[in-house]
């Protein structure tokens, strides 16, 4: 297993949670690290995405909400969410590329993550 997510969890709306994606380093030393998420019978979807120096981008729907990091020496990468809507209910999927891929696709991003659970009511 090369990326592995935790911190998911139920909350109410307005709330925040932090994930956290561990990656071995062979995965995560010179890669771009990011978030995507899938809710139920949409396509998954980019969140954010942060480079090898920290260069972070965000979509629009998490566009000052959320805050995506990334620990060099622990080699994991974070995603700070605050303000949780209902909409943001979604497995939320850790990706690494060795290509920097735009966060508004899927394509290009080669290592994934199984996925953790938030559901904001």
């Known amino acids: 297993v090369q990326l592995v997510e935790s911190g998911g969890g139920s909350v109410q709306a307005g709330g925040s949670l932090t994930l956290s994606c561990a990656a071995n380093?062979?995965?995560?030393?010179?890669?771009?690290m990011g978030w995507f998420r899938q809710a139920p019978g949409k396509e998954r979807e980019g969140v954010a995405q942060?480079?090898?120096?920290?260069?972070?981008t965000y979509t629009d729907p998490v566009k000052g909400r959320f805050t995506i990091s990334r620990d060099n020496a622990k080699n994991t990468v974070y995603l700070q969410m605050n303000s949780l809507k209902p909409e943001d209910t979604a497995v939320y999927y850790c990706?690494?590329?060795?290509?920097?891929?735009?966060?508004?696709?899927?394509?290009?991003?080669?290592?994934w993550g199984q996925g953790t659970q938030v559901t904001v009511s």
């Open positions: 380093a062979y995965t995560y030393i010179n890669n771009c």
């Open positions: 942060i480079g090898r120096y920290g260069e972070a």
């Open positions: 990706a690494a590329s060795n290509i920097c891929p735009s966060i508004e696709t899927i394509d290009g991003w080669n290592h």
